[in-house]
């Protein structure tokens, strides 16, 4: 479950006027060219995979006198020289091919200095779109900028409250004056809030008089109103605002984030499911209100994934996992935790007009098979 959604917050309140929204619509009537750089940039990364070293082709052993043994040597040191050189299961090192569709977009993250959406901006960048990372700390988000930007690509940073229309319509203000009206929307802002979390899986009522322990009645209101307004709101408003200059724009498309909470509520954490479970629906509503618009409205399920910012909730501090982790991954077909990489491949197919342009109103979910598995 993707509970590590950079929680957004502004840095400017100040509203944008009307003057200045249709001055930055004319001033971005011309689109930014992606440098050569960012091509060059691309073969790089293409060049750096193919020099991975082979394994050789006859090791040498130790002979034994027996010609039957010495080949069978000779095969296990290949087997384990050639692993040696593998990457591990959890992450791919092969490149994503070059989507020529998205060459030139304009790709619009809010939340965009997380952990999982952090990968989709570079990956983005990769394939020559120009990135407008939207956070709530605009100094993670200059940082990130600041990579892409040396990859050859047009880049910013802007700081930007997602549960606040006027900050959200100085960011699109921002994002049209500076890079052109937005043609791929990600709204990757969301999280959870510990003030909405019950301690225990179920109530017992003898945890009524466990101050240790946080029951149904503990949950805070203003706690649980804060887990849906940024995850739902901080869609809403994103989406209302820049999906007015994306009306009838080639490949203009929406995606949302979604969770594995979203088709069966997790246990402890009630509004984050009940708010992935809208996000779920909205995006299905907006696919269809959107359709005769010629905006693509999908979502992305992340399932279990395992970064610096959730660690401590799935490994205890010896390094082994939670009673958590381990009835998540018996729930994992493929037995591990997703990294961000596993991600791309899908965000890139959803974003592709030309790989998916007869798709939307579907959530697709990266999961390892976790929602596939019955437990039998």
Known sequence: ???????????????ASDNVRESASTEAASRIPVSEAARSADNTRLQSFSDVPQPPAAPAAPST??????KTLREVIRTVEAKEHEPPAESSTQPLPLHEGLHGKVAVITGGAGVLCRAMALELAHQGCHIAILNRTVEKGEQ???????????????GCDVTREDSVILAETTVTTQLGPCDILINGAGGNHPDANTSEERFREADLDDELKKTFYDIKIDGFRQVLDLNMTGTLIPTQVFSRNMIDRPGATV??????????????????????????NFTQWL?????????????????FFLT???????????????ARSEKILAHTPMRRFGVPQDLLGTLLWLADPHTSGFVTGIVVPVDGGFMAYSGV
């Not at 479950?1 to 509203?15: G, I, L, Q, R, V």
């Open 144 to 158: 990130l900028a600041e990579e892409i930007r040396s990859l050859g690509v047009q880049a910013i940073a802007v």
């Open 255 to 280: 995606i949302n984030i979604s969770s594995m909470s979203a088709f069966a509520p997790m246990t402890k954490v009630p509004a984050y499911s009940a708010a992935k479970a809208a996000i779920n």
């Open 65 to 70: 006198g027996n010609s039957l043994v010495d």
């Open 1 to 15: 479950m993707n509970e590590h959604h950079d929680k957004m917050a502004t840095a400017d309140p100040s509203a």
């Open 287 to 303: 696919a269809v209100h959107f359709a005769d618009a010629g905006i693509r409205v999908n979502a992305i399920a992340p399932g």
């Open 308 to 322: 610096a910012q959730n660690e401590k909730l799935l490994k205890n501090d010896d390094g082994s996992l939670t």
